[in-house]
């Protein structure tokens, strides 16, 4: 089907010789000539299939175009002479949106997540504590470890360096620190986050999962 052409739309294609063919890239930018649009007297032609076809006169290329029920694209529009080439340019930008949509939600979005602790936390509430910072940097997530004072505990902040120490300590196989413990205020604060090599070690082992529960279904 012909693709009708719309001025003003975003997108272009850029191809580009090989040793062996042409490569197509999508790049944000303008729509490339389609079909009467080009005004090139002669272009090389590539057609449908990625053959080359050689060097035609524009207006025999876009019958052969028209009578495949295609579009005639210009792609690369410097080249001496402009290289076009016959394609469904419908289909092709409805294809790269679906491609896009996908890519974007494939992308995971780091967040940076909060912790906070007390400088005289006890036992129990500084394991728990430490099991959300463990799911947060499971979740390719930065945490930041805040230790809260009050009062004469003001007076004190190698308590919270203490903790914040124990805490990477315990975290050195799942994190690094991004920044180093500093006082703000009545706070004391640390960055960590994830290890590259243990999320993608973490994302290996759970696909190794759901590939045993398919061999399994």
Known sequence: MRYPYAPGATGFLLWRESAKDWEVSAIAAQEPRLNEEI????????GFDGTQMGIYVTAEAQRV?????LDLVEIAPNAEP???????YGKFKYDQAIKAKQAR???SKIETKEMKFRPKIDVGDYTTKKKHVLRFLDGGNKVKI???FRGREMAHPEL???ILERLADDLKEMAVI????KMEGRNMHMLIAPLPSAVAAKKKKENEKKEEGNDHA
Do not use: H
């Open 39 to 46: 005004n090139a007297r002669e272009c090389r032609l590539i």
């Open 65 to 69: 175009a028209d009578s495949q029920g």
């Open 82 to 88: 402009p290289v076009c080439r016959i394609m469904d």
């Open 105 to 107: 939600k494939n992308q």
């Open 146 to 148: 805040t230790i809260m």
């Open 160 to 162: 919270g360096l203490t």
């Open 178 to 181: 991004e920044s180093q413990p």
